[in-house]
T-cell receptor, first 114, second 115 residues
Framework: GESVGLHLPTLSVQEGDNSIINCAYS??????FIWYKQESGKGPQFIID?????DKRQGQRVTVLLNKTVKHLSLQIAATQPGDSAVYFC?????????????FGTGTLLAVQP | DTEVTQTPKHLVMGMTNKKSLKCEQH?????MYWYKQKAKKPPELMFV???????INESVPSRFSPECPNSSLLNLHLHALQPEDSALYLC??????????????FGPGTRLTVT
């Protein structure tokens, strides 16, 4: 969903469950996508990226899926832990592709219940 | 060293003050960025420097003045700010190249309050 005003979309999960955070991107010409994690009081931390010539990429406990047909990106976190609690942002590169301009999504708050 | 450092961590300034935010990285990155982030919102790009030259200015008001003295340092000079400029100011850096895009590494930010 999209955030309205000061309210971030929130995903609440139990510790140990898998989490799926979704993101709809806007520009069909974007060819580079990133997921960032931002904990309270800190700067965004890089999690994983994917280029448009791929539809799936795996990291440690995380998987990013890209569906270019519907302009959808998702982040899957396996065996979610309390330390995963944070705001997660997807980002796409700017119009034209080969630029340094990142456009961030509205963010999702992941709340992990012990 | 994969760290971007920012100083100060917190800054309170009046509307008539002049202050500067500083950012440093030693990863050999040739692209550096300033972002502004309001509470519960995503970061918004302000400026991009590529090889010490300003390459993107996102129509930022002139009361914000960026400077890139060398490839490791990035400053943001502040003058005559408004209370609505209060926010978290984030610096980031990345590789620069024609092959495509690279992940941006962010600093912890400077929490700015304008009174």
């Amino acid at each position: 969903g999209e955030s309205v005003g000061l309210h971030l979309p929130t995903l609440s999960v139990q510790e140990g469950d898998n989490s799926i955070i979704n993101c709809a991107y806007s520009n069909s010409a974007s060819d580079y996508f990133i997921w960032y994690k931002q904990e309270s009081g800190k700067g965004p931390q890089f999690i994983i990226d994917i280029r448009s010539n791929m539809d799936k990429r795996q990291g440690q406990r995380v998987t990013v899926l890209l569906n270019k047909t519907v302009k959808h990106l998702s982040l899957q976190i396996a065996a979610t832990q309390p330390g995963d609690s944070a705001v997660y942002f997807c980002a796409e590169n700017g119009p034209g592709g080969a630029t340094n301009k990142l456009i961030f999504g509205t963010g999702t708050l992941l709340a992990v219940q012990p | 060293d994969t760290e971007v450092t920012q100083t100060p961590k917190h800054l309170v300034m009046g509307m008539t003050n002049k202050k500067s935010l500083k950012c440093e990285q030693h990863m050999g990155h040739r692209a550096m960025y300033w972002y502004k982030q309001k509470a519960k919102k995503p970061p918004e790009l302000m400026f991009v420097y590529s090889y010490e030259k300003l390459s993107i200015n996102e129509s930022v008001p002139s009361r914000f003045s960026p400077e890139c003295p060398n490839s490791s340092l990035l400053n943001l000079h502040l003058h005559a700010l408004q209370p609505e400029d209060s926010a978290l100011y984030l610096c980031a850096s990345s590789q620069e190249g024609l092959a495509g895009n690279y992940e941006q590494y962010f600093g912890p930010g400077t929490r700015l309050t304008v009174t």
